[in-house]
């Protein structure tokens, strides 16, 4: 199972998507069913931003001054 939370920190994002936790589990149901995970619990997060904040992020984490199209973190839980 795949669970996708939705964030945005930039105000545009909500006009061009007006549901946006609807649109992305819809993506997350049209995946091949090798990618659904059904023994698994998947979760992940989604950040929609702008370049500026993009930028930062970049600049913060990888040393990059430069706004990029993707940023993706690990999740370790320690049981």
């Known amino acids: 199972m795949i669970s996708v939370d939705v964030f945005s920190d ?5 006009t061009k998507l007006k549901k946006r936790q ?10 091949p069913k090798k990618y659904k995970f059904p023994q698994k619990k998947v979760n992940f ?6 370049n ?3 930028k930062k992020l970049n600049n913060y984490y990888r ?17």
Do not use: Y
């Open 45 to 50: 997060c989604l950040m929609l931003s702008n």
């Open 10 to 14: 930039e105000k545009g994002w909500s």
């Open 63 to 79: 040393n990059k001054n430069k706004p990029t199209d993707i940023l993706s973190f690990p999740f370790s839980k320690k049981i």
């Open 22 to 31: 609807i649109f992305f589990n819809e993506v997350c149901k049209a995946f």
């Open 52 to 54: 500026k904040r993009i």
